[in-house]
């Protein structure tokens, strides 16, 4: 049985890479933005920079609070499929579009979910996610810098 | 076509990608599915990919996906609209592609921006044709918030 540790790391990640993107939208100084959320420099820096190994998921939760951030906490089977995710805070339904073209696309594909039964739902949400993670690895390569290969051939 | 039930538009995105390459059209992968590069997976079953092109050139495009077996729908905005065109490429098994024919006023430098990520490389293989040559590295474009 996993012990789920790993889960808990990715969410940890995740919930900071939240919070880093919401300082950077502040535009301030890391300094300012600490004092700002309430926390020391340092560990908005190690937030900012991704490592997390020694903060605590509910500090970050609680950071993310005080950011205003609402934030939703996926689990899963595996730790790939564990996320968190920042809501805009308004129901789908009430979501408008600035653009008619991209509304009538949006009300077309609601339409076709909703000629699906819900078991043929579920299974195409759970086939999607499963591609969607395959994609969050591949971006993670992606993203990864070659240093590690430079430095080795120095 | 690599589809073989609901919940693929990720893998008919690669078919449908394979087709821009061969038009020659740039394109970068946008929206939720998008954001799953930056490790958020959302509740989504389509995929949106923006292209950079002319609108004349959307309707042809249709026109190459028909001839493919894809259904299509073809979608015309008016002159307020921020976005000129969108194309609908989907499946049988109500796979969906949206591609955004354009943007009003976009910047080309937009695609300088992107992060090339490669999805299901050339040794992968689809158990619908698996000797079937994958596409080379995809491009996906994310907006920052």
């Given amino acids: 049985?996993?012990?789920?540790?790993?889960?808990?790391?990715?969410?940890r990640r995740d919930v900071a890479l939240q919070i880093a993107r919401y300082t950077e939208r502040l535009g301030i100084s890391q300094l300012a933005a600490a004092k700002q959320l309430d926390v020391p420099q340092p560990t908005l820096s190690k937030i900012v920079n991704g490592r997390t190994s020694d903060l605590s998921l509910e500090l970050l939760l609680r950071i993310a609070v005080r950011?205003?951030?609402?934030?939703?906490?996926?689990?899963?089977l595996v730790p790939q499929e564990a996320g968190a995710f920042v809501s805009a805070g308004r129901r789908s339904s009430a979501r408008t579009f600035p653009s008619k073209i991209a509304a009538g696309t949006h009300a077309s594909l609601k339409q076709s979910l909703r000629e699906l039964t819900p078991a043929q739902r579920l299974e195409a949400f759970l086939e999607h996610n499963q591609l969607a993670s395959e994609l969050r690895e591949a971006g993670r390569a992606a993203r990864a810098p070659p240093s590690a290969h430079a430095s080795l051939r120095r | 076509m690599r589809t073989s039930k609901g919940g693929q538009s990720a893998l008919l995105l690669l078919d449908v990608v394979e087709i821009l390459r061969r038009e020659k059209v740039d394109y970068a992968v946008i929206g939720a599915f998008a954001l799953a590069v930056l490790r958020v997976v959302?509740?989504?079953?389509?995929?949106?990919?923006?292209l950079f092109t002319k609108p004349g050139r959307l309707a042809k495009l249709e026109k190459g996906f028909k001839r493919e077996g894809f259904d299509t729908e073809l979608r015309t905005a008016e002159a307020d609209d921020p976005v000129w065109g969108m194309l609908v490429v989907s499946d049988d098994f109500g796979n969906r592609v949206e591609l955004l024919g354009g943007l009003r006023n976009m910047d080309p430098e937009i695609f300088s921006r992107t992060l090339e990520v490669k999805f299901r490389d050339e040794t992968s293989s689809t158990p619908a044709r698996p000797t079937r040559r994958l596409p080379a590295p995809l491009t996906w474009i994310y907006c920052a918030p």
């Avoid at chain 2, 959302?42 to 923006?50: G, P």
């Fill in chain 1, 1 to 11: 049985m996993p012990s789920g540790l790993d889960t808990v790391h990715a969410l």
């Fill in chain 2, 42 to 50: 959302r509740a989504i079953t389509d995929v949106d990919a923006l």
């Fill in chain 1, 67 to 76: 950011a205003g951030l609402r934030i939703t906490l996926q689990t899963g």
